[in-house]
């Protein structure tokens, strides 16, 4: 069971190392390379910052101005992220006082619901993730095919499949973590019969009745009952 644990966590700790590079990064949505060879620039786009480079390699970043400017879904798939790794934050914390390896958190029914609480909140990270990439993605594939779209043009950055993959590892790390509590619970204690040290007058009496009475016995004539 603390194998498992053990592969639960670095999965959780994985995924929220995902979903925090996914809300750093600054592409969330990219400009097409084929649309783009004639000026050879590019545009990345994220949740903070928008950027634009050229093949020589130059990059400049400028940060959105005020956030009642930043459109709705942007804004919704900030909140989101943020929880994400909020959430995961307090789930690693849990997790770790659930763990049978540390030594706190008192018995192991105790660590073991707080581990399926700890793998609860992993869940409900990896959902915030998945869904504020995928609001993200909808809105740029809608954008891409639709033909009375005139603006420009984005497709899918690499922030998008970094933040699923993430979000997959900390889903899959606390559902784990949520089937171990049922583990603990249907594995059984061995109980142990303490038997009391026996007394020396036992012991001696023991000893008395196991050696076997070797006195031969006595054969009486009929003379002696005369």
Not at 2 to 29: D, P, R, V, Y
Not at 165 to 170: D, F, I
Not at 200 to 215: E, G, I, L, Q, W
Request: with cysteine; glycine share 10%; proline share 3%.
């Amino acid at each position: 069971m603390l194998g498992i644990q053990i592969i639960a966590f670095i999965f959780c700790f994985c995924g929220l190392g995902a979903a925090i590079a996914a809300t750093a990064s600054n592409e969330w949505k990219v400009t097409s390379r084929a649309s783009s060879v004639i000026t050879a620039t590019w545009v990345f786009q994220g949740l903070w910052m928008n950027c634009a480079g050229n093949a020589l390699g130059a990059f400049h970043c400028r940060p959105h101005l005020t956030i009642f400017k930043v459109e709705g879904y942007i804004q919704a798939c900030r909140g989101l992220m943020i929880s994400a790794v909020c959430l995961g934050f307090f789930g690693a914390v849990f997790g770790l006082v659930g763990m049978k390896c540390t030594k706190v958190g008192g018995s192991d029914q105790t660590k073991a619901k707080i581990a399926c609480l700890a793998g609860l909140i992993f869940i409900l990270s990896g959902l915030c993730s998945m869904t504020s990439c995928s609001l993200y993605a909808n809105r740029i594939t809608s954008e891409f095919f639709d033909p009375s779209f005139v603006a420009q043009k984005y497709e899918l950055g690499a922030a998008l499949f970094i933040g699923w993959a993430g979000a997959s590892l900390c889903i899959i790390g606390g559902s784990i973590f949520c089937f171990s509590i049922a583990e603990n619970s249907n594995t059984p204690r061995r109980g142990y019969a303490y038997n009391g040290a026996a007394s020396v007058m036992s012991s001696r009496t023991k000893v008395h009745n196991s050696v076997p009475d070797k006195t031969p016995p006595k054969h009486f004539d009929k003379n002696a009952y005369v």
